[in-house]
């Protein structure tokens, strides 16, 4: 069956440094993958798109990488800060499905 | 504008009985989703309007659960009758085009059916 999978487990990292998301597909070729960050008790928020054609998307901080031999999608967020705690999401193409969420914390 | 605007923010209702959640989705925007978000599944989508029409229900859970969108500023979703396990969060989104576009989701109806 198709799937879109994340790390379950919160990923922890120090204020300063650069964290790296993943977003995993099975079964399926999304023509596109798009990342969003959802704060505790707020819907989701669009952060970046990026299309099977593209390799790297980048905004401010924010890059995103589309391996379609990998079926992989990284998020990495440079110079990371504690505001950028949140729960990001990657959310599929076509199948309109997002994948379970890893959350993000960012100590001080 | 706005933004996606869902009520009621939190509802809660005995088992059996019928649940309405209503959503106003951004004007111009002609697709809307609605989303059911819990801990143990994540955040599925339950069914996807363009133009008004249905065009994806497959993620609809059961006959008790329905949805209509009478025109492109309202949208409804119904579950008759309640029960426990559908206590979730219900996320209402929309956006200008299709799945490809960025989708603004409203704040959510917390559901909690004892």
């Known amino acids: 069956s198709q799937k879109i999978e994340q790390n379950s487990e919160a990923l922890n990292i120090q204020e300063g440094k650069t964290a790296t998301l993943t977003c995993n597909y099975t079964?399926?070729?999304?023509?596109?993958l798009q990342w969003y960050r959802q704060d505790p008790g707020r819907g989701p928020v669009f952060l970046l798109l990026?299309?099977?054609?593209?390799k790297e998307k980048r905004k401010e901080r924010l890059k995103v990488t589309f391996d379609t031999t990998l079926k992989q999608s990284l998020f990495h967020i440079t110079a990371s800060q504690p505001a950028d705690s949140a729960t990001y999401l990657c959310r599929a193409g076509n199948m309109l499905t997002f994948g379970g969420g890893t959350r993000l914390m960012v100590k001080p | 504008d706005a933004g996606v605007i869902q009520s009621p923010r939190h509802e809660v209702t005995e088992m059996g009985q019928e649940v309405t959640l209503r959503c106003k989705p951004i004007?111009?925007?002609?697709?809307l989703f609605w989303y059911r978000q819990t801990m143990m599944r994540g955040l599925e989508l339950l069914i996807y309007f363009n133009n008004n029409v249905p065009i994806d229900d497959s993620g609809m859970p059961e006959d008790r659960f329905s949805a209509k969108m009478p025109n492109a500023s309202f949208s409804t979703l119904k579950i008759q009758p309640s029960e426990p396990r559908d206590s979730a969060v219900y996320f209402c989104a929309s956006s200008l085009g299709g799945g490809d576009t960025e989708a603004f989701f409203g704040q959510g109806t917390r559901l909690t059916v004892v």
């Open positions: 990026i299309r099977e054609n593209e």
């Open positions: 004007s111009g925007h002609n697709s």
């Open positions: 079964n399926y070729s999304p023509a596109y």
